[in-house]
């Protein structure tokens, strides 16, 4: 049976947060492990130019999201884990398909009219082009499943309209591919806000716990968890958000449901439902700060490592292009 050619990508932006670990990162271990899967992971490098960044933080927090990888329990072995601009046929897909996408389709994304508004200063083409360049990734691998989050979904739409576009013309030359979204359940909240998403980007440090946070600094953000006055551990989303989002963490570590975790916490004070939850996380973070700090110590290995991935991913992705450039008449030796 053919195997399923599952994509994802993360931008090195910040480092990911407990919401991505439990919601994402969970769910990539487990993919990894099903022999029917084939699973690509990139480092979406290329994408993080869109917004103006210093060289040593682009540079930087590429490695460490390398790192992070890798920490989590993702296996080079499994699968292909690789940088993206280590892959020359992304941007040369990427020209190809810009042709046959329409600059009001673009202007129109949800993304692109956030962000142009958020840097107002830089609304570069980069920006506007970057759903081509996701659509690039994705189609270079036959790709059938790509998990995103909504906000990612109308780009996935995009690409798909793109490749089916293309497909109209020339005849069958990409893999349509398809969302696989993340199951429900183990969306986190922020800690200072839990009517609002834990995010990457929160201005607010105190709401979210990063992945390679010290226990110390876990401890303290717990304790400060926003909940209410009722002092009553119950699991109600509307109307108690606080106190459910540390019982939906909790419940998300211990691999149970969120109303298992609220029984087993039933009578408890606040202060120590927090401690409880904080302890639970660190203690699930403590290997991945570990071997965080191992792997980046040892540089050489982890770009020794993205070198591996890049051969394994261009080899597949040249395939791609030079069906795609010879659908379109380029000369292809
Ligand atoms: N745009 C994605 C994000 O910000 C990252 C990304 C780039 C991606 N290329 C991709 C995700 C291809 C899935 C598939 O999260």
Redesign the pocket.
């Known amino acids: 049976m053919e195997k399923k050619v599952i ?5 090195p932006t910040s480092q990911l947060t407990l919401g991505n670990y439990l919601g994402a990162v969970n769910n990539w271990l487990k993919i990894q492990d099903d022999e029917q899967n084939d699973c690509i992971f ?1 480092v ?1 490098d290329l ?1 993080s130019l869109t917004i103006r960044r210093a060289p040593e933080e682009v540079e930087s927090r590429t490695l460490s999201l390398l790192a992070q990888f890798l920490a989590f329990g993702l296996d080079e072995k499994k699968n292909v884990i690789y940088v ?1 601009s280590h892959v020359a046929a992304h941007t040369r897909l990427a020209w190809i398909l810009n042709c046959y996408t329409y600059v009001g389709e673009m202007a129109r994304m949800t993304q692109f009219k956030d962000k142009s508004a958020k840097h107002a200063d830089n609304v570069n083409m980069g920006l506007m082009d ?1 759903p081509v ?2 659509a690039a ?2 189609l270079l691998y036959d790709t059938n499943l ?4 909504v ?2 979904l109308q ?2 739409e995009i690409t798909r309209d793109i490749a089916i576009r293309f497909n109209n013309i020339y005849g069958e030359t990409f893999k349509v591919p398809e969302a696989l979204l993340g199951r429900a359940g183990a969306k986190i909240m922020s800690l200072s806000d839990p009517l609002a998403k834990m995010s990457k980007s929160d201005p607010n440090p105190m709401g979210r716990i990063n992945v390679l946070d010290s226990e110390a600094d876990i401890v303290k953000k717990f304790k400060r968890a926003v909940t209410d006055s009722e002092a009553v551990i119950a699991y109600d989303p509307e109307k108690k958000p606080g106190v459910s989002n540390l019982l939906t963490i909790l419940a998300a570590v211990e691999g149970v449901t969120p109303e298992q975790a609220a029984a087993e916490c039933e009578g408890m004070m606040y202060g120590h439902l927090k401690l409880r939850v904080a302890d639970a996380v660190a203690a699930m973070l403590k290997p991945v700060r570990e071997n965080y700090a191992a792997l980046m110590g040892d540089k050489a290995y982890l770009l020794d490592m993205a070198r591996r991935g890049a051969e394994k991913a261009a080899a597949r992705a040249d395939k791609t292009l030079a069906r795609a450039s010879k659908a379109v008449g380029l000369l292809v030796d």
Do not use: N
Not at 146 to 149: A, S
């Open positions: 994509y994802s990508a993360v931008q990139a979406a994408h993206q970057y360049l996701m990734d994705i790509v998990p995103v989050g906000d990612q780009h996935l």
